[in-house]
């Protein structure tokens, strides 16, 4: 089965800034190229997914494409091609996409279309959201510079696909999928994994309550300045400091991974437990 892929604009004749096509161009094979990189990553391919331009058709600017000498197998070609035409189907439908909810609906039903494509229905993809509204992005831009009454088509041996060149992105990218961060002021006894005898460096905690061992920088420095004068007796591997502290709770937009504790703060040390305890303090979820 021939792997090549093909992108054809149908433009206006004497058409003004016809520079402009060419830009459109090499935007939509930089988006295509974008696309194909996305799904190899969905399903850990660690190789760069590549076109490389075989000819041009001036008549109507057909770019015809081959993959670059790599892994990357007919088989994938094909379906980047079909994952490729799901969502320029998916894109006939609506003239504008611009919050997290559409893009993730738009991964959701190519990632259910993957699954029945009959090319690789063994593999468990997931497309990223954030890749895709870059994708997206140079999608748009592409379009925005394809006039009325002009076509295009992406293409492949398998299917013919006619892109909305109405639609646009108008998403910030700057904001979309950065997650969730959440300022958390908590209290819990906390054993030391590594006490700082001399200067200002992060000590590592670890709460059996929290499953977490972290750095945090203590600001309480009376107390740190007493500790490393020896005014208070070293702190063992089995004795713990009942703490007051802050910290950065990160959920990342990706469900499938856990919150992160960033950003620990020691904002005062209530008691020093010697020989542990076993009383400890939830972390909220």
């Known amino acids: 089965m021939d792997s090549n892929v093909f992108i054809r604009i149908d433009f206006k004749k004497n058409r003004p800034n016809p520079s402009e096509l060419f830009e459109a ?37 057909k770019s015809k494409l081959i993959q670059s000498p790599s892994f990357l197998n007919e088989f994938f070609i094909n379906r980047v091609a079909a994952a490729g ?5 998916q894109l006939l439908e609506t003239d504008e996409t611009e919050s997290e909810e559409q893009v993730d609906q738009l ?13 690789g229905n063994d593999i468990d993809s997931h497309i990223d959201r954030k ?29 013919v696909q006619c892109i909305n060149t109405k639609w646009r992105f108008v998403g910030d990218l700057s904001t979309m999928f950065l ?24 000590w590592t905690f670890k709460s059996l309550k929290m499953n977490k061992t972290f750095a ?30 802050s910290y950065d709770l990160y959920k990342p937009y990706d469900k499938r ?7 620990v703060k020691i904002l005062s040390i209530q008691d020093i437990v010697r020989g542990g305890t ?4 939830e972390i909220p979820a």
């Open 25 to 61: 161009m090499g935007l939509y094979i930089a988006a295509y190229e974008q696309f194909g990189q996305l799904l190899a990553k969905s399903i850990d391919i660690k190789q760069d997914f590549k076109l490389n331009l075989e000819e041009v058709q001036i008549s109507s600017i």
């Open 85 to 89: 035409s799901k969502l320029f189907e």
């Open 107 to 119: 991964a959701a039903t190519i990632e259910e279309a993957l699954i029945h494509d009959k090319l």
């Open 131 to 159: 890749d895709l509204s870059h994708m997206l992005h140079a999608l748009s831009k592409a379009n925005h510079l394809i006039q009325k009454d002009e076509a295009v088509e992406f293409g492949s041996a398998t299917s």
């Open 179 to 202: 997650g969730v961060k959440e300022t958390i002021f908590a209290k819990d006894y906390l054993y030391v994994k590594i006490a700082i005898n001399e200067g200002k460096q992060l």
């Open 216 to 245: 945090a920088r203590i600001v309480v420095k009376d107390w740190v300045e007493n500790y490393q004068l020896g005014l208070i007796p070293p702190i063992g591997p089995k004795d713990t400091l009942l703490a007051t502290f």
């Open 257 to 263: 991974k856990t919150a992160e504790v960033r950003n």
């Open 278 to 281: 076993d009383e400890q303090f």
